[in-house]
């Protein structure tokens, strides 16, 4: 993965909610722990996050978006990179992918949000899939989990009935980096291994690489929005993508770790408390 400015603000797009730990509630400190300046751009504002509060109680900033990034531009502020999340309006999509094509930003993170399980969300439509294939396209890095990087990559289809033949681990981050620009890095999280539970991804030798952690009982709102925050952050400070993928890993086990001894309910999200000291102590 080639090296990249990190000069200006990383413009953060993911939806916020106004109770659960998880999306832009926790990527805006876990960034700020590393001393990146930051542009916040919710895709949606929510009530309370998605799952665990029954139905919330939803804001559509479809026609707020464009007019912030238009008055950015007015402004000269200077974006120099992208993490880019969750994203439920359709239009809001289209204006991510136009903004993209605007700006060639020398760093580009896309945390596809659309399926899990074998399916896609129910909230969702396959023009999210459609949507994310062009966000892709302009990514430097993209963390699918591994219902996603199926579809991504078109072995699964929601459409079909037809039993989809399984790549390898190596044929999958092929084609998916396939989708991407040449500099462009895929990493497959939620891939299990026995009693383990972690990510893959390719070094520069394609040589595939894993790191994985013991997995912990029961599910865990916004595990992957920890994960993408942590990674963008260290890249963006410059760790080689190895070096970082591996800190993203072990500081995201130790705050599920964290929320597993605690007896915060489930559904407000991760302890992130400790690994914000941890970031902070290390003085970026």
């Known amino acids: 993965m080639e090296n990249f400015s990190k000069s200006g603000r990383l413009m953060v797009a993911e939806d916020i909610s106004a109770i659960g730990d998880l999306s832009m509630t926790a990527a805006l400190p876990l960034l700020q722990a590393q001393g990146i300046p930051t542009a916040l751009l919710p895709t949606s504002i929510l009530s309370t996050q998605s799952e665990g509060f029954g139905k919330p109680v939803s804001l559509s900033v479809s026609q707020w978006l464009p007019r912030v990034l238009q008055h950015w531009e007015q402004q000269q502020i200077e974006i120099g990179g992208a993490l880019i999340g969750y994203i439920a309006d359709f239009q809001v999509g289209k204006e991510m992918v136009s903004f993209l094509s605007r700006n060639k930003f020398s760093f580009v993170y896309i945390d596809p949000v659309f399926a899990d399980e074998g399916k896609i969300y129910p909230t969702l439509s396959v023009a999210q899939l459609a949507i994310t294939r062009q966000l892709i396209k302009q990514a430097d890095v993209i963390t699918p989990n591994y219902t996603e990087a199926l579809f991504l990559a078109g072995i699964k ?55 994985m952690f013991p997995r912990l009982k029961g599910h865990f709102y916004g595990s992957g929005d920890i994960f993408a925050a942590l990674l963008a952050g260290f890249l963006w400070n410059g760790q080689p993508l190895s070096d970082a993928v591996g800190e993203a890993v072990f500081l995201t086990y130790q705050a599920l770790k964290d929320t597993a001894d605690s007896k915060r309910e489930r559904r407000y999200g991760i302890d992130i408390s400790r690994v914000i000291h941890e970031l902070v102590q290390k003085k970026y």
């Open 157 to 211: 289809d929601e459409a079909s009935s037809k039993k989809a033949e399984i790549p390898t681990e190596f044929e999958l981050l092929k084609r998916l980096e396939d989708l991407m620009p040449k500099r462009g890095r895929a990493i497959i999280t939620g891939v299990e291994d026995a009693d383990k539970i972690g990510c893959i991804w390719l070094d520069e030798d394609e040589r595939i690489m894993k790191r």
